[in-house]
């Protein structure tokens, strides 16, 4: 176990000095800092108003943006370390591979998940001086959903990672994935269900076994229970579970997808010629 | 130490390492040469458990090095060719090196400093940012320290000056004995002194295996 924490020690303090790293956080900080100076808490649409706004707004975009963040700094991390020879020397040494896998794993994690998490304490910190009224329910939803929807994006960047020979194919493969999990499903499913070929069900399950699609309703799921904006597909989702067990499978399919794909990296990792 | 039998590596159609049969035993020093592409480089990534072989094995005392590669590269100690661009400061280096490998890091200071490589005035500069010559210092520093049965070196004086390439064979010819040596390289002359047995290698095949 030492050398697995070790893996991710190092791999922690190596990302925490990297240029990316210092983007990724100023960008999400600077979200926030952006939205109390544009005066977003002072706001209110469509019911929403103070922190719950600022958050809410917060959680849109970091779905856009999250997701390629996370697949473009992380998918290069074994297969940028296979191309310049960085592993061929530091797996010299008596490291088992599942170390160094998984700890590489642990310690991306850290770097990716934690400036997304203090964006919003920072927020809610500075909320709660401005004494606003805290909206604990969504905080802790929210820290939920970008936990799961971190690992996703960071399993199968560590799948592509663990098979691709170079870093931009790994890079094109990464942002064809978050376009087509971003957009075209969106798209697709609606020019599907415009020509009516398959039945709504089914174009509403495909739509729910993407985990951007299902931490996008999820989200709103906490401000408007009953799913109204989202029409007649609410009706769907609701009438086979209840919104606490959609919020729950919201966090838990999401986070398996994430274990899933690392798992499938990590077996190809280890059958794979190393160098 | 290390048996390589009838050891066989594809990439692809290309025909790597082909049916290749040899053995390093204790006290050996092992010059191995050929030309580009002749299959050295693949040979020792092989008995460093790299590769998956195609067909034949490599044992390293009597252990097999993609099975159990923690327990074999427990004795071996490696330096590339190219010093890779490690982003870690020498001192995450030698953290990362001294728990994985139980490796003094007094000892990697040692021997650096015997290499006229002063650690402790770089030790929060990230490897990857020294010049050439001192990232080859202190990768052979870190084999020196690492105190291994096995020593791997790939074209390790390629960065070094004519006076560290002294100390280098210095410090080999106090830490030779009771080890395999194995050189990968290009230029006998240079360890002519050192070696007592030369390999030829050409397409993937042991052309030559003579003691000197």
């Not at chain 1, 190092?10 to 956080?25: G, M, N, P, Q, T």
């Not at chain 1, 069900?201 to 709103?220: D, G, S």
């Not at chain 2, 049965?149 to 074209?155: G, N, R």
């Not at chain 2, 390999?199 to 030559?208: A, E, N, R, T």
Request: hydrophobic fraction near 50%.
């Amino acid at each position: 176990m030492k050398n697995l924490y070790l893996i991710a020690y190092l791999d922690l303090k190596e990302s925490i000095r990297a240029k990316w790293f210092l983007v990724y956080s100023l960008v999400f900080g600077g979200l926030i800092a952006l939205f109390f100076i544009a005066g977003v808490t002072e706001s209110q649409v469509m019911g929403f108003s103070g922190l719950s706004r600022l958050l809410l707004m917060y959680i849109q975009i970091t779905i856009v943006i999250l997701p390629i963040f996370i697949l473009i700094t992380t998918v290069r991390s074994i297969s940028g370390d296979r191309e310049n020879h960085i592993l061929e020397y530091m797996l010299s040494f008596p490291i088992s591979l599942r170390d160094y896998y998984w700890g590489k794993i642990i310690g991306r994690f850290i770097t990716v998940y934690l400036p997304v998490l203090f964006a919003m304490l920072i927020a809610i910190i500075y909320g709660f001086f401005k004494g606003a009224d805290i909206p604990w329910n969504i905080f802790f939803l929210y820290t939920g959903l970008l936990f799961s929807l971190s690992s996703t994006f960071l399993g199968i960047a560590f799948f592509i990672s663990s098979f691709v020979k170079s870093s931009e194919i790994a890079l094109g493969i990464a942002f064809f994935i978050w376009i087509f999990l971003l957009a075209f499903i969106d798209i697709a499913l609606i020019s599907l269900m415009m020509q009516q070929r398959f039945n709504e069900e089914l174009i509403i399950f495909i739509a729910m076994i993407n985990p951007m699609e299902l931490f996008r309703v999820a989200a709103i799921s906490l401000f408007d229970p009953e799913l109204t904006v989202m029409g007649p597909v609410a009706f769907y989702i609701l009438d086979s579970m209840s919104q606490s067990v959609f919020v729950l499978l919201s966090i838990a399919y999401p986070l398996l997808v994430g274990l899933i794909f690392a798992l499938l990296g990590f077996k190809i990792f280890e059958k794979k010629d190393l160098v | 130490m290390i048996k390589v039998s009838q050891l066989t590596k594809k990439f692809g159609s290309h025909i790597s390492l082909d049916n290749v049969s040899c053995t390093f035993e204790k006290n050996e020093s092992i010059a191995l040469m050929g030309a580009n592409g002749a299959g050295k480089t693949t040979l020792i990534r092989s008995i460093l458990g790299y590769y998956h072989p195609n067909s034949g094995e490599v044992l390293v005392n009597g252990l097999n090095p993609v099975k159990q590669r923690t327990q074999v590269l427990q004795n071996i100690s490696f330096v590339p060719q190219l010093p890779p661009p490690i982003k870690l400061s020498l001192e995450e280096l030698m953290q990362y090196i001294s728990i994985s490998a139980q490796v003094d890091t007094q000892l990697i200071m040692h021997y650096a400093d015997e290499m006229k490589l002063d650690i402790k005035a770089n030790i929060h500069k990230s490897f990857f940012k020294l010049s050439g010559g001192m990232k080859q210092k202190m990768l052979i520093a870190i084999s020196l320290a690492k105190k291994s049965t096995i020593i791997i070196y790939d074209e390790p004086t390629a960065n070094l000056d004519p006076k560290a390439r002294d100390d280098f064979y210095r410090l080999l010819k106090q830490n030779e004995d009771e080890k395999v040596l194995l050189f990968v390289t290009h230029r006998l002359e240079e360890v002519k002194e050192l070696v007592n047995r030369q390999i030829y290698m050409d397409l993937g095949k042991v052309v030559s295996d003579e003691k000197v």
